[in-house]
């Protein structure tokens, strides 16, 4: 018995350059995300209060 592969079978899985500029790609945001939430959170406490 013999299995073969279709050529779309073979393009469902990720090389490992694209899963590495997957990974940079997340990591980069997450760091953006991170940096204007604490931009927002040095704002938030630096403002003088209206009480």
Do not use: I
Not at 37 to 45: F, I
């Amino acid at each position: 018995m013999t299995v073969s592969t279709s050529p779309a079978a073979a393009h469902d899985r990720m090389t490992p350059r694209a899963r590495g500029l997957l990974l940079v790609l997340c990591g980069a945001m997450f760091l953006d995300a991170l940096d204007v939430s604490m931009k927002a959170s040095r704002c938030r406490r630096s403002a003088p209060s209206s009480v």
